[in-house]
């Protein structure tokens, strides 16, 4: 199971669209420091060792 908040969310269906994390920031109104917080936070909980590793998860639950 995946375990995202809704922020981490928005923040990896944005990503799955091609969004960098600047870009990502603009679109959410936060800052890119927030949003690769969000990416880090969902990183660790969900036990991934990389962005893609992560990616690959929501891609795989059908969240994309």
Same mark, same amino acid.
């Given at each position: 199971q995946l375990s995202l908040t809704k922020?981490?969310?928005c923040c990896m269906s &944005?990503?799955?669209e091609g &969004?960098?994390?600047k870009q990502i920031a603009a679109?959410?109104?936060i800052s890119m420091r927030t949003v690769e917080a969000h990416f880090a936070n969902a990183m660790?909980?969900?036990k991934c060792r990389s962005?893609?590793?992560l990616?690959?998860?929501f891609v795989q639950r059908n969240f994309c």
């Open positions: 922020m981490e969310t &944005l990503r799955c &969004l960098y994390s679109r959410l109104g660790h909980r969900n962005p893609f590793e990616v690959a998860l």
